[in-house]
């Protein structure tokens, strides 16, 4: 069975630019949620999606957004970047939601000039 | 201005040995627990979980440990072995809410 996919795995934007990542959960995973991982503050939780709804949230600003599609897979977009959102953005998938059995995907490493 | 980085706790074993990560957590409600292994460049990789109402789990090579009174869970690894070099993380989860502790790094002597 496939790992969770994620792409693009690395990313250069500029500040002020947007950015859309893109994650493939495991077959038959409905619950896809997103960490964003830096140095300074370790793994922080952004948001999880099932069945296409928005289901938790974490404390990030309005810039950060996301959606789900029917076949699971899930897009997170940051719009208007800073510098603070270099990061690696991990996306991982259960079946039965967030906290359950995650299986992360290999990241996608974004760098803002 | 300088950015300051989480200060990883490390712990260095030789090949052959056990070794013992800790994690402290946070939220008594918690009721599921994760640990992770994160290897450079990799995004993190499911090891072994424990729920609340147990006390301890084994696997492969892995066990897990906890102990609600303090809120404290560790990993040991038995016949520590270099490809087990990674950064080792544990994760709570209350209600889907998942908070993840900051690792510490197990490097392995040969």
């Known amino acids: 069975k496939a790992g969770v996919t994620q792409t693009p795995r690395y990313l250069i934007k500029t500040r002020g630019q947007q950015v859309t990542l893109s994650c493939s959960p495991i077959?038959?995973?409905?619950?896809v949620s997103w960490y964003q991982q830096t140095p300074g503050q370790g793994l922080q939780f952004l948001f999880e999606?099932?069945?296409?709804?928005?289901?938790n949230k974490g404390n990030f600003p309005g810039r950060f957004s996301g959606r789900q599609f029917s076949n699971s897979r899930s897009e997170m977009n940051v719009s208007t970047l800073e510098l603070g959102d270099s990061a690696l953005y991990l996306c991982?998938?259960?079946?039965?939601?967030?906290?359950?059995?995650?299986?992360f995907g290999p990241g996608t490493r974004l760098l803002v000039l | 201005g300088e950015s300051v980085g989480l200060h990883l706790p490390t712990l260095s074993v030789q090949e052959g040995d056990n070794s013992i990560i800790n994690c402290a957590y946070s939220?008594?409600?918690?009721?599921?627990f994760i640990w992770y292994k994160q290897e450079s460049g990799k995004g993190p990789q499911f090891i072994i979980d424990?729920?609340?109402?147990?006390d301890k789990r084994q696997g492969q090579r892995v066990t897990v440990l906890l102990n609600k009174t303090v809120k404290h869970l560790s990993l040991q690894i038995a016949a520590t072995q270099p490809g087990d070099s990674a950064v080792y993380f544990c994760?709570?989860?209350?209600?889907?809410?998942?908070?993840f502790g900051a690792g510490t790094r197990l490097t392995v002597k040969p």
């Open positions: 991982a998938s259960t079946k039965e939601g967030a906290g359950r059995s995650q299986y």
């Open positions: 077959s038959g995973h409905r619950s």
């Open positions: 999606y099932f069945s296409e709804t928005q289901r």
């Open positions: 939220n008594s409600a918690s009721d599921y």
């Open positions: 424990i729920r609340s109402n147990m």
């Open positions: 994760a709570e989860n209350n209600n889907n809410d998942m908070r």
